[in-house]
């Protein structure tokens, strides 16, 4: 079974500029979380999506980052425009749902802003 | 609300040795607690996971964790470290009607051969 895939693994963009992150979630599972570590840092969670539902957007800087999960599948999170303090990892991780609450991490991307 | 503290930003034992990684967390409803570990430029693998019943739970490569609610902590234990355990552990809380987790800072495990 293929586990969450995120693309691309590594981001160099100059401040300012977009940039976009890429995650497929594992087959069937309805619960999408999109979490950013800062270096030394444990993850914190920016949206959690129940399908195509953002049910938790409360830690997501809507000021310039946003994210869409069309037909409850795989989902984009966007940054626009980019800050240096944006340098961080963004790991992406999906669940099966309520009933089981065992989160599985993608590789994440690691995004630089210079 | 629910918060994670991992006593120890680094750890070193030497090889053979036991591990020992604290966790304590505070929540206001029961929680569901997990350990994760992440190698260099990877993802986050869980290792192991308390939801309910057993207090003692085992997990992959060898660890285990035990909830104490008196204590509310949730320590990683491994009775002889190889060198292959040299990595980013993560404690996390979570709990049934919110499935966000809450992670700690982490800590880094070096094992000395």
């Known amino acids: 079974e293929a586990g969450v895939v995120q693309s691309p693994r590594y981001k160099i963009i100059e401040k300012k500029q977009p940039v976009a992150f890429w995650c497929n979630p594992i087959s069937g599972h309805n619960t999408l979380y999109w979490y950013r570590q800062n270096l030394g840092q444990g993850p914190e969670l920016l949206i959690r999506?129940?399908?195509?539902?953002?049910?938790?957007d409360s830690q997501l800087p809507k000021d310039r980052f946003s994210a869409e999960r069309l037909k409850g599948v795989d989902s984009t999170l966007k940054i626009q425009p980019a800050e240096l303090g944006d340098s961080a990892v963004y790991l992406c991780?999906?669940?099966?749902?309520?009933?089981?609450?065992?989160?599985?991490f993608g590789q994440g991307t690691r995004l630089t802003v210079v | 609300a629910q918060s994670v503290t991992q006593l120890g930003s680094h750890v070193s034992v030497s090889e053979g040795a036991l591990v020992l990684l604290r966790c304590n967390y505070s929540s206001s409803v029961p929680p569901y607690l997990f350990w994760y570990v992440q190698y260099p430029n990877q993802g986050l693998q869980l290792l192991l996971k308390?939801?309910?019943?057993?207090?003692l739970v085992k997990g992959i490569n060898g660890f285990e964790a035990e909830f104490k609610k008196s204590e509310t902590s949730f320590h990683l234990t491994k009775p002889s470290a190889h060198m292959s355990d040299a990595a980013e552990y993560f404690c996390?809380?979570?709990?049934?009607?919110?499935?966000?987790?809450?992670f700690g800072t982490g800590t880094r495990l070096t094992i000395i051969p």
């Open positions: 999506y129940e399908n195509e539902e953002a049910v938790d």
């Open positions: 308390y939801t309910t019943g057993a207090t």
């Open positions: 996390a809380v979570s709990n049934f009607g919110n499935e966000k987790l809450t």
């Open positions: 991780a999906s669940s099966p749902g309520r009933t089981n609450t065992e989160a599985f």
